[in-house]
T-cell receptor, first 114, second 114 residues
Framework: GAVVSQHPSRVICKSGTSVKIECRSLDFQATTMFWYRQFPKQSLMLMATSNEGSKATYEQGVEKDKFLINHASLTLSTLTVTSAHPEDSSFYIC??????????FGEGSRLTVL | DAKTTQPTSMDCAEGRAANLPCNHSTISGNEYVYWYRQIHSQGPQYIIHGLKNNETNEMASLIITEDRKSSTLILPHATLRDTAVYYCIVRVAALSAYGNKLVFGAGTILRVKS
């Protein structure tokens, strides 16, 4: 099946710094990618929809200035958590949509903000 | 997309069939039933999907009732590695312009025990 890779898989940063997480579709082109956040023992929460070459669409309650999303190519989307704080610590997961409309998920990136 | 209701958790003996139910009484005629699972600290993994006919693949079988208001995911011979959170999601067809994103509910925690 199609492969979606996230990097880094784990990151620890200090409060106030910014962290970038990459999501790559390795063997297909993805015009649309999605970013989710998951807190411990909770389900995945959709944060935003990222379309190649256009601005991301954010779900209600998600701060677009804090979670910057860039989808500059058909195989790469990035999520930047700006001025991270401990409450931003979470498991961030991306998914990518292939040409048939099916969705494939990355392995997730665990962010810990100290 | 229609909402789904799943039991919070289930236990299953190793080697036995695991039957995971899902209620989706408000499903629309153009909505499919999708199943994903998430093993701890990993991204979701696609299992199977169907519209109204029963489906089977190498991982599982999906039984959808005739009125489509509920379905059951069957893992025929559960192993310890099948311990995960299983999500039942209904969404419009993948190729639909509105069928892009997946919204996750709470899912069912399946514990396979030896």
């Amino acid at each position: 099946g199609a492969v979606v890779s996230q990097h880094p898989s784990r990151v620890i940063c200090k409060s106030g710094t910014s962290v970038k997480i990459e999501c790559r579709s390795l063997d297909f082109q993805a015009t649309t990618m999605f970013w989710y956040r998951q807190f411990p023992k909770q389900s995945l929460m959709l944060m935003a929809t990222s379309n190649e070459g256009s601005k991301a669409t954010y779900e209600q309650g998600v701060e677009k200035d804090k979670f910057l999303i860039n989808h500059a190519s058909l195989t790469l989307s990035t999520l930047t958590v700006t001025s991270a704080h401990p409450e931003d610590s979470s498991f961030y997961i991306c998914s990518a949509r292939d040409s048939l409309g099916e969705l494939f998920f990355g392995e997730g990136s665990r962010l810990t903000v100290l | 997309d229609a909402k789904t209701t799943q039991p919070t958790s289930m236990d299953c003996a190793e080697g036995r069939a695991a039957n995971l139910p899902c209620n989706h009484s408000t499903i629309s005629g153009n909505e499919y039933v999708y199943w994903y699972r998430q093993i701890h600290s990993q991204g979701p993994q696609y299992i199977i999907h169907g519209l109204k006919n029963n489906e089977t693949n190498e991982m599982a079988s999906l039984i959808i009732t005739e009125d489509r208001k509920s379905s059951t995911l069957i893992l025929p011979h559960a192993t310890l590695r099948d311990t995960a959170v299983y999500y039942c999601i209904v969404r419009v067809a993948a190729l639909s312009a509105y069928g892009n994103k997946l919204v996750f509910g709470a899912g069912t925690i399946l514990r396979v025990k030896s």
